[in-house]
């Protein structure tokens, strides 16, 4: 399954950021340079779905039942290589995970009814046939295409290009034990980024942690607008 090979590299990288490991990221980096000439289409982009993991005499994986590719396997892979990317700053990996959005872009987003696609043919083109036709189903929900939207963001303007990022929550304050609202978007190597200013309702707030990116909501009976501003150290706002 090669979207799991891909998602156990981009959780590697993850898991170090809270338990620094060098071992996390040296299988990790091992994967990321592994997958390309095992699982992606070399040719005309993205990710394929199933291989044999026992390669073939030739030395080639063979397809285990067909050369579709899924969308949620596109996401474990931009994923992946953006983390990598952006942990150590490797150039291959940075083009890895560039040609694997560019392909996702290009094919899975479906720009005449809306959604994306659940699978598409190696060359591309929508598979529409049975419940793979639909954009909702037993299998498939919204789930990877957000989570890809937000971390994708995430990674490209912390860890690649070292920009500001906002985020914004519409908490209950009693909502949340302490009144402790928790904005880091996921976890990120340390020192990599941190929380610079908030604002509570449009006005300037001041009670926050900047390290721990952590938030101590004023006390409200109704609902507040936070907006968070993630900075990267030693950067420009």
């Not at 809306?114 to 043919?121: A, T």
């Not at 707030?205 to 907006?227: E, G, N």
Request: aromatic share 10%.
């Amino acid at each position: 399954m090669v979207g799991h090979n891909l998602k156990i590299a981009w959780n590697l990288m993850r898991v170090a950021a809270l338990r620094p490991d060098p071992e996390y990221r040296r299988l990790a980096e091992q994967i990321g340079r592994t997958m390309p000439d095992v699982g992606a289409d070399l040719r005309r982009g993205g990710w394929y779905d199933v291989l044999d993991r026992i390669p073939a005499a030739d030395g080639r994986h063979r397809f285990t039942w067909h050369d579709r590719k899924a969308w949620w396997q596109q996401e474990q892979g931009i994923l992946a290589y953006l983390i990598l990317a952006g942990n150590g700053g490797d150039t291959e990996f940075l083009r890895q995970a560039r040609e694997s959005a560019a392909f996702y872009n290009a094919f899975f987003l479906d720009h005449d009814e809306g959604g994306v696609y659940f699978n598409v043919l190696a060359n591309g083109l929508p598979y529409l046939l049975g419940t793979e036709r639909l954009k909702g189903s037993h299998s498939m929900s919204l789930y990877h295409a957000t989570e890809l939207c937000l971390l994708a963001t995430v990674y490209q303007r912390l860890l690649i290009r070292r920009e500001p990022l906002d985020l914004w929550f519409r908490p209950r304050p009693d909502g949340f034990p302490d009144r402790l609202l928790r904005v880091a978007p996921d976890l990120l190597p340390p020192g990599r980024a941190q929380l610079g200013a908030v604002e509570v309702d449009g006005s300037p707030y001041h009670d926050f942690d900047p390290v721990t990116m952590t938030v101590r909501l004023p006390r409200s009976a109704s609902d507040l607008t936070v907006r968070a501003r993630l900075t990267v150290p030693g950067e420009r706002d």
